[in-house]
């Protein structure tokens, strides 16, 4: 008689959390090894590299932003560096998919935007947006027209102009799903179906101007492209000279395209206003995250602004007759950069103000940006402020430039 056999010894699962908390710490490492590499002056390895951007695509498939956005937290506060690249490999992996047909060569799809803001009286209207389809038309063709994408590629522009909430509702994941989304339209004539992009808008809220009143508003355009993989229109030369002169004719092409897009612009955005109620400012275009933050900085830098306008027209204090004092501060865990306007020979600040700090940019340019636009509004004798004390009195004051 067969003996019985002993039991199996049953094998520990691993929990989701253990997974996850394994992931995040994978990309955490990964990322922290890159910067390293960096601070080193080393050769950024294609093997680590590869392995990030591998891990981020799992994520985006299985839909595990919450793996992402803590890895990323994880990072900002261990080290800025790591964090910076952890987000820089995120961002292009989710707005950049390179296809690999069983038929046909290599190709590569991108979602981009145009941050545009629209100065108004009485505020853009949900209503009204993009109700002029010949409009629309001419704009999604002008930008081949002006060369800012190949004329061998695919352009979609999404017909529609998105809300700062919406845009920013838009997840690493969701993103990727639009991009699918995308794919399949412009590459299956029968499908007709697009649910993630559908997903994505949300619609704006309620308009909060009075029909008086002058409003500067953010939207965006978001469109994708679909080019051969090799296309050269994309190709970057090599030469800091060559590259410089590349950029620049881009730059240039987007420069004139605007003249064209800002009357088509209006006639979407705001087609029942008067014309010359209406003016359009673009901002460059650019990858879907690196755009959107784009836009998002200079929202906070129009409503920095704005602020210490109405302080001084408040104060009865002139520009001239001002300081400024610029440093960082701490708030709901969070950074900020808080300028405080003061009048000549008097410490009780006339204003005070927080913009958020974004990590993913050099401190000293985003203090430059700040003492430029102070700059615009005649503020020029300026302080840089290691911190602020609890009092709200800035620490270890330095003045500094406008120029």
């Known amino acids: 008689m067969p003996k019985n056999k002993p039991p199996v010894p049953r094998k520990n699962k691993v929990s989701s959390e253990d997974d996850e908390d394994a992931m995040v710490q994978q990309l955490c490492d990964l990322a922290n090894r890159l910067a390293e590499l960096q601070r080193a002056g080393a050769a950024v390895e294609t093997e680590i590299q590869g392995a990030l951007q591998k891990a981020i695509r799992k994520c985006l498939q299985r839909k595990q932003d919450d793996i992402l956005y803590e890895s990323l937290e994880s990072c900002k506060y261990a080290d800025i560096d790591a964090y910076r690249v952890l987000k820089d490999v995120m961002d292009e992996t989710s707005a950049v998919s390179l296809i690999r047909p069983e038929q046909g060569a290599p190709c590569e799809i991108n979602a981009f935007v145009i941050p545009v803001f629209a100065r108004t ?87 909060p101007f009075q029909p008086g009143d002058e409003a500067v508003e953010l939207r965006f355009l978001l469109g994708f492209a679909l080019k051969a993989a090799d296309d050269a ?34 006639r979407l955005l705001a087609p029942a206003a008067d014309g010359a109620q209406v003016d359009i400012h673009f901002l460059y275009q650019d990858l879907f995250h690196g755009g959107k933050e784009r836009g998002i900085a200079e929202y906070f830098m129009l409503q920095m602004m704005s602020t210490l306008n109405l302080a001084l027209d408040g104060s009865g204090c002139t520009p001239a007759a001002t300081r400024a004092v610029i440093g960082p501060v701490t708030m709901r865990d969070e950074l900020f950069l808080r300028v405080n306007v003061y009048r000549d020979g008097d410490d009780t600040p006339i204003a005070s103000v927080e913009k958020p700090l974004a990590l993913e940019r050099d401190p000293e340019m985003e203090i430059e940006d700040v ?11 300026l302080g840089l402020a290691e911190g602020f004390d609890e009092a709200g009195l800035p620490l270890n004051t330095q003045a500094v430039n406008a120029d």
């Open 233 to 266: 229109f994309y190709s970057v030369p090599d030469g800091d000279a060559a590259m410089d002169a590349y950029f620049a004719e881009r730059a240039a092409r987007f420069r004139q395209w605007t003249e064209t897009a800002a009357p088509l612009l209006k």
């Open 121 to 207: 009286v009485g505020g853009l209207h949900a209503d009204q947006c993009c109700t002029d389809q010949e409009a629309f038309d001419s704009l999604r063709a002008s930008i081949q027209q002006a060369g800012l994408e190949s004329p061998d590629a695919q352009v979609v522009l999404i017909h529609y102009a998105y809300h700062l909430d919406e845009i920013d509702g838009i997840t690493y994941s969701h993103l990727s799903e639009m991009i699918r989304d995308a794919y399949t339209s412009m590459t299956d004539k029968k499908s007709i179906s697009a649910p993630a992009i559908d997903r994505s808008l949300g619609g704006w809220p309620d308009n």
């Open 371 to 381: 003492c430029d636009a102070l700059a615009t509004i005649g503020i020029v004798r």
